[in-house]
């Protein structure tokens, strides 16, 4: 009886720490934006800085309700989204194709892989502006800047997911005379789903990165255009509200893929508790 | 007893002689500074270079390190004092001071602006005027070349809005010959040269040679200068004063002897053809022109650049001249009556056409924004 009593008792505890555990998980984002926040300020009251080098939160939170209201935010948030969803849509299927293809051919490994080393260890601000000569400034080079740096961590993931299929369940499946497309769709795709979904992760990031380093080469629009404009125009708290609204669509990306993640693979999470 | 005192005394002596030594040594060390210069190393830079390297900024005890970056960099960085000195274009200096940093040019450098739109020698674009309809690149809406575009385009009734601006990053020799645009606002100094030596080529698409659309022509605009930050002009006028002597005299120079420029450029632009027989031909030139030109007219200056070039250009290709070529060009727009002298004039059209734009909302003291006390031989005449 006595033991059943420091059972519950220990159990509660331990409910109780969990709970707190999870509150205060759910609010440390909140906490470390705060700190940012905190940190920035008291910089700012030090004056480490000149203001103009430096501007307060409370400017910057000015000059984003300034071009929200005017709307120039949105406008320039509109181009880069497009050029960045449509070059992350191109470089993922690619990749994923291309990711396929390789797990399943060494020959085409052997082929494709100097080249495809070459062009992730090259930054793509290296060759950018080629891509503007070469595809002109409008957004296609954009979409092309977005694509190349999406495309190689959903290759290298897809072909690492898809050579991961244990050899027991592929053999199970031959004795049981499963077609191709069975292979396809109950053992590979299942298996590589996690590794695919982690390199989504990784390139949704990426993404923003390749819109905004092509319109920083030549752009009339976009935000990686806001923060060139601002900058010639010595409007430094403009410049930040460009870079955090980039950083709030790069998490977003992120956060979208994570939820993503969660839905497709909600076996995995009942197998973890 | 004494000699007992003296070997008592010998290391505090030892020391004190030491710290003394020390203390005059770091007197004579010179002193360092960085330089601030956009773009990246090119032979349009050579006054900088040959001061350096004939050791201008040196007998002023001043040790220059050079520093490439975009302008709205420069800027901040000299009106923060994490830099004192830099070549900044002057709308640059309206736009900043008009948003609280307090820079200053001390020295004009450029007295033509430098900007221009190249059109195709032998197509429809004759005049500014014809540039209406047309797609023109550019290689951003902002900028040296986004002023010069808009002053160009209101000097001759029209606006941005009649034309069909496109940003074309700094690929302006490419796209046009690639016929993506049909016109491009390029560096008078710079790009039509690269252009016409591809049409020559038969490189450049349908173009066959170029013509140029100068903004000099229709508006006086403020290009770039040597700048600093007040503090510096208040506490340090006689470094300013340094500083803005040593480039004088290197600007000076590269304009009486390109060819000594070119050589003394070629340890700073790794890009510059440097055949032996090239160095061999520049070498004979600076020797024939050293102190030949020395206090010459803007005539004599340009007939003697353009003899070298004439000369050169019978021993050479167009590629292995191309650099010379841009740096007799810059020559042309460097070239002054009053070298460094600003114009008052000119600040007030740059600043017009400035809040045209958009760019500043309100006029601001333009008397604040430049000085040309410290351009020599201008000090006297000023005060």
């Known amino acids: ?32 934006i705060a700190l940012i926040l905190i940190v920035w300020q008291a910089v700012v009251w030090m004056k480490v800085y000149p203001e103009f080098i430096i501007p307060s939160p409370l400017s910057v939170a000015e000059r984003f309700v300034e071009v929200v209201q005017d709307g120039r935010l949105w406008m320039h948030t509109r181009t880069t989204l497009s050029q960045m969803l449509v070059g992350f849509g191109i470089g993922t299927v690619s990749g994923v194709v291309v990711g396929y293809c390789i797990a399943k051919s060494r020959f085409l490994e052997d082929v494709l892989s100097p080249l495809l080393v070459a062009m992730q260890s090259t930054p793509i601000v290296a060759y950018a502006p080629l891509l503007v000569i070469w595809f002109g400034s409008g957004p296609t080079s954009k979409i092309i800047t977005s694509a190349l740096i999406v495309f190689f961590p959903l290759l290298l993931n897809t072909a690492v997911g898809i050579r991961a299929v244990p050899a027991a369940q592929r053999e199970l499946l031959e004795s049981m005379s499963a077609s191709r497309w069975q292979f396809f769709y109950l053992l590979e795709i299942p298996t590589a789903l996690p590794v695919i979904l982690g390199g989504l992760k990784v390139s949704a990031t990426l993404a923003v990165i390749g819109a905004v380093v092509g319109e920083f080469i030549s752009a009339d629009s976009g935000l990686g255009y806001l923060v060139n404009r601002a900058r010639y125009d010595y409007d430094t708290p403009l410049v930040m509200v460009a870079i955090v609204s980039l950083a709030v669509i790069a ?23 | 007893m004494l000699r007992r005192s003296f070997a008592r005394f010998l290391p505090v002596l030892l020391t004190l002689a030491m710290l003394t030594g020390a203390a005059l040594r770091a007197q004579d060390a010179p002193r360092s500074i960085t330089f601030f210069l956009t773009f990246i190393p090119n032979i349009q830079f050579s006054p900088v270079y040959v001061a350096i390297e004939k050791g201008y900024f040196a007998e002023a005890g001043l040790d220059i390190t050079l520093e490439h970056g975009d302008e709205p960099d420069g800027v901040n960085l000299i009106a923060a004092g994490e830099r004192l000195f830099g ?9 900043a001071r008009a948003n609280s940093r307090p820079v200053r040019f ?14 195709s020698g032998d197509g429809t674009i004759k005049s500014a005027a014809d540039l209406r309809g047309h797609k023109i690149g550019i290689p951003g809406p902002f900028g040296a070349s986004y002023s010069g575009l808009i002053a160009l385009l209101t000097a001759n009734g029209l606006t941005e809005q009649d034309i069909q601006l496109e940003s074309i990053g700094f690929n302006a020799p490419q796209v ?20 016409g030596n591809l049409a020559a080529r038969g490189e450049c698409g349908d173009v066959h040679g170029v013509s140029v659309l100068n903004v000099a022509d229709f508006a006086d605009m403020v290009s770039n200068g040597i700048i600093t930050n007040e503090d510096t002009i208040a506490s340090e006028p006689e470094l300013v004063a340094q500083v803005v002597e040593a480039f004088h005299r290197g600007l000076s120079d590269v304009i009486a002897n390109p060819a000594e420029a070119y050589l003394l450029s070629l340890g700073y632009v790794e890009s510059l053809p440097r055949s032996e027989a090239l160095i061999d031909a520049l070498e004979s030139a600076a020797a024939a022109q050293s102190g030949a030109l020395e206090g010459g007219t803007a005539e004599e200056n340009a007939a003697a ?24 060009s810059s020559i042309d727009l460097w070239e002054a009556p009053r070298l460094g002298y ?6 007030q059209v740059t600043q017009d056409t400035l809040i045209q734009m ?26």
């Not at chain 1, 977003?252 to 197998?271: C, K, P, Q």
């Not at chain 2, 070549?87 to 736009?95: A, H, K």
């Not at chain 2, 001390?106 to 059109?119: L, R, T």
């Not at chain 2, 353009?306 to 007799?328: C, H, N, V, Y």
Request: proline share 4%; net charge negative.
């Open chain 2, 87 to 95: 070549m900044i274009s002057g709308e640059q200096v309206i736009t």
């Open chain 2, 342 to 347: 600003s114009d008052p004039e000119s600040w």
């Open chain 2, 106 to 119: 001390v020295y004009e450098w450029f007295q033509a602006y430098p900007v221009g739109v190249v059109v």
């Open chain 1, 251 to 273: 998490r977003l990306m992120y956060g979208s893929i994570a939820f993503l993640e969660h839905r497709m693979l909600y076996w995995r999470t009942y197998a973890d508790q």
């Open chain 2, 305 to 328: 650049r353009g003899a070298l070039l004439t000369d050169l250009r019978t021993r050479f290709d167009a590629a292995d001249l191309l650099q010379l070529e841009i740096l007799s």
């Open chain 2, 358 to 383: 958009g760019v500043i909302d309100v006029p601001i003291d333009l008397s604040a924004a430049y000085t040309n006390d410290f351009v020599p031989g201008e000090a006297e005449s000023s005060s």
């Open chain 2, 176 to 195: 046009f010959c690639a016929g993506a645009v049909e016109a491009s606002v390029i560096y008078v100094n710079n790009e039509p040269i690269q252009i």
């Open chain 1, 1 to 32: 009886m006595q033991l059943q009593l420091v059972s519950r008792s220990i159990s509660k505890q331990s409910g109780q720490k969990s709970a707190w555990r999870i509150s205060v998980r759910r609010i440390a984002p909140y906490l470390g």
